[in-house]
C-alpha cells in the first residue's frame, strides 16, 4: 500500500510538472522570437481636457514615437523630418524662410502626413483669436462646426485639396500656440479624418507639454 501511494504522488507531481513547463512556455517568448509590442493606448480630442495642460514653446518632436506617426498615418513611415527656431525651412508649402516655430513631419506613401508645430514666440489672447479665424480662409477649407477644444481659444478646419483632405487643431496653451494636422487620401470619409486627427492632436499636445515651461 506504501508502495502504491508513492507511486501516486509521483504521478501527481510529475502532472504539476508538466502543466507549469507548459505555462512557461506559452507565457515566456523562446529565444530569437520577437516579444509582441504593447498597443498603443489612445485619446479622442473630445475626451482630452485641455484646460491644465501646460505646453512648452520649445521642441517637442523627439517625444512622438514612430508608432504614434504611422497610427495618424494609417501606414508605415516613409519619410520623417523636422525643424527648430532660427532653422532656414519650408515653412509653407513652397515657402522657405526662418522659422520662428518648432516643428516636424512624418509621411506616407499615401498622400498621407502628420505634422505638429508651436511658435517660439508667445501669443496673446487678441492674437490667438486672430489665427483661429484666419484658419479657415483658405480656399477649400471650412472650420468644422463644434469641434472639440484645443487649448483656450481654438479651432478646427477641415480642407479638401486635390487627392487630399486634412485637418488642423490649433489652439493657444498658456502663451503657446500649438498647431497640429493630419492629412489623408481623398477616399477617406471626412469623420475618419476628424477622428484620426483628433487622437493624433493629443499626442502632439501630450508630447508638447512634456518639456520645459518657457523655451526662452
Given at each position: 500500500?506504501?508502495?502504491?501511494?508513492?507511486?501516486?504522488?509521483?504521478?501527481?507531481?510529475?502532472?504539476?510538472?508538466?502543466?507549469?513547463?507548459g505555462e512557461?512556455?506559452?507565457?515566456?517568448?523562446?529565444?530569437?522570437?520577437?516579444?509582441?509590442?504593447?498597443?498603443?493606448?489612445?485619446?479622442?480630442?473630445?475626451?482630452?481636457?485641455?484646460?491644465?495642460?501646460?505646453?512648452?514653446?520649445?521642441?517637442?518632436?523627439?517625444?512622438?514615437?514612430?508608432?504614434?506617426?504611422?497610427?495618424?498615418?494609417?501606414?508605415?513611415?516613409?519619410?520623417?523630418?523636422?525643424?527648430?527656431?532660427?532653422?532656414?525651412?519650408?515653412?509653407?508649402?513652397?515657402?522657405?524662410?526662418?522659422?520662428?516655430?518648432?516643428?516636424?513631419?512624418?509621411?506616407?506613401?499615401?498622400?498621407?502626413?502628420?505634422?505638429?508645430?508651436?511658435?517660439?514666440?508667445?501669443?496673446?489672447?487678441?492674437?490667438?483669436?486672430?489665427?483661429?479665424?484666419?484658419?479657415?480662409?483658405?480656399?477649400?477649407?471650412?472650420?468644422?462646426?463644434?469641434?472639440?477644444?484645443?487649448?483656450?481659444v481654438s479651432?478646427?478646419?477641415?480642407?479638401?485639396?486635390?487627392?487630399?483632405?486634412?485637418?488642423?487643431?490649433?489652439?493657444?496653451?498658456?502663451?503657446?500656440?500649438?498647431?497640429?494636422?493630419?492629412?489623408?487620401?481623398?477616399?477617406?470619409?471626412?469623420?475618419?479624418v476628424e477622428?484620426?486627427?483628433?487622437?493624433?492632436?493629443?499626442?502632439?499636445?501630450?508630447?508638447?507639454?512634456?518639456?520645459?515651461?518657457?523655451?526662452?
Amino acid at each position: 500500500m506504501v508502495a502504491g501511494v508513492a507511486a501516486l504522488l509521483l504521478v501527481v507531481v510529475a502532472a504539476v510538472l508538466l502543466v507549469r513547463a507548459g505555462e512557461d512556455e506559452s507565457t515566456t517568448p523562446r529565444s530569437g522570437q520577437p516579444t509582441a509590442k504593447p498597443s498603443l493606448s489612445t485619446t479622442s480630442l473630445a475626451a482630452y481636457d485641455t484646460t491644465d495642460v501646460v505646453v512648452a514653446r520649445a521642441d517637442f518632436c523627439p517625444a512622438i514615437s514612430q508608432e504614434q506617426a504611422e497610427l495618424a498615418l494609417g501606414e508605415e513611415v516613409a519619410e520623417a523630418e523636422s525643424y527648430a527656431n532660427g532653422d532656414r525651412a519650408e515653412v509653407a508649402p513652397g515657402v522657405t524662410d526662418v522659422a520662428h516655430e518648432y516643428a516636424c513631419t512624418w509621411r506616407g506613401t499615401a498622400h498621407s502626413i502628420a505634422r505638429g508645430w508651436v511658435f517660439a514666440p508667445p501669443v496673446t489672447p487678441e492674437r490667438a483669436r486672430e489665427l483661429a479665424d484666419a484658419a479657415a480662409a483658405p480656399r477649400g477649407c471650412r472650420t468644422i462646426r463644434d469641434a472639440p477644444a484645443f487649448g483656450s481659444v481654438s479651432t478646427g478646419v477641415l480642407c479638401r485639396t486635390g487627392p487630399v483632405k486634412r485637418v488642423v487643431f490649433q489652439g493657444l496653451f498658456g502663451d503657446a500656440w500649438l498647431s497640429c494636422a493630419l492629412t489623408r487620401p481623398r477616399s477617406t470619409s471626412g469623420a475618419e479624418v476628424e477622428a484620426a486627427a483628433g487622437q493624433w492632436c493629443v499626442a502632439v499636445a501630450r508630447a508638447a507639454s512634456s518639456g520645459p515651461l518657457d523655451a526662452g
